[in-house]
T-cell receptor, first 111, second 114 residues
Framework: TQLLEQSPQFLSIQEGENLTVYCNSS?????LQWYRQEPGEGPVLLVT?????EVKKLKRLTFQFGDARKDSSLHITAAQPGDTGLYLC???????????FGTGTSLTVIP | DSGVTQTPKHLITATGQRVTLRCSPR?????VYWYQQSLDQGLQFLIQ???????AKGNILERFSAQQFPDLHSELNLSSLELGDSALYFC?????????????FGSGTRLTVV
């Protein structure tokens, strides 16, 4: 099992603030995905990063894959209440057969 | 609607019983994955099927089993249930074997063992 640690575990911020969520591992991943999960629903894919050092932007969300492909970050600018949810990173296994999910970051954005 | 259908949505059963969870993948997806999500363990990979064949196993207990049928739907069987089996069970599907195209998750089955 390839462990993915996410930090912080919980985050509560005011609307309009910026935040960064981290996903770290000692393992190298061929690709990494970020998902957001809302209560009562399954996770929804936000982005896939493949190349070390890659940066992808999705509106107010910026995703970065570490140069060594062992870590990733998610930065949200001007957070909104609609960003509230559980953010999960997932790294591709060595065999490439499945993704291992991180421990998750629960984000609450207060209006 | 993600296109992945899981039934039932909620299930309450007693310890020692056996239940079957069902998953219909998104149309065109050949890979099906089962995950267990609990508050203290996060999202744990259980098992993966691709076009009817088992391709990978994660932390799946011997009391649990799964299969994927010719029409690609999948069932997860949980037997001799214990209180600790209470959790959300998610099914996900993808087109590609490894899920590099991204997983599409169903809404999950919430299992409560009493």
């Amino acid at each position: 099992t390839q462990l993915l640690e996410q930090s912080p575990q919980f985050l509560s911020i005011q609307e309009g603030e910026n935040l960064t969520v981290y996903c770290n591992s000692s393992s190298v991943f061929s690709s990494l995905q970020w998902y957001r999960q809302e209560p009562g629903e399954g996770p929804v894919l936000l982005v896939t990063v493949v190349t070390g050092g890659e940066v992808k932007k999705l509106k107010r969300l910026t995703f970065q894959f570490g140069d060594a492909r062992k870590d990733s970050s998610l930065h949200i600018t001007a957070a909104q209440p609609g960003d509230t949810g559980l953010y999960l990173c997932a790294g591709a296994s060595n065999t490439g057969n499945q993704f291992y999910f991180g421990t998750g970051t629960s984000l609450t954005v207060i209006p | 609607d993600s296109g992945v259908t899981q039934t039932p949505k909620h299930l309450i059963t007693a310890t020692g019983q056996r239940v079957t969870l069902r998953c219909s993948p998104r149309s065109g997806d050949l890979s099906v994955y089962w995950y267990q999500q609990s508050l203290d363990q996060g999202l744990q990979f259980l098992i993966q099927y691709y076009n009817g064949e088992e391709r990978a196993k994660g932390n799946i207990l011997e009391r649990f089993s799964a299969q994927q049928f010719p029409d690609l739907h999948s069932e997860l069987n949980l037997s001799s249930l214990e209180l600790g089996d209470s959790a959300l069970y998610f099914c996900a599907s993808s087109v590609l074997l490894g899920g590099a195209d991204g997983y599409t998750f169903g809404s999950g089955t919430r299992l409560t063992v009493v």
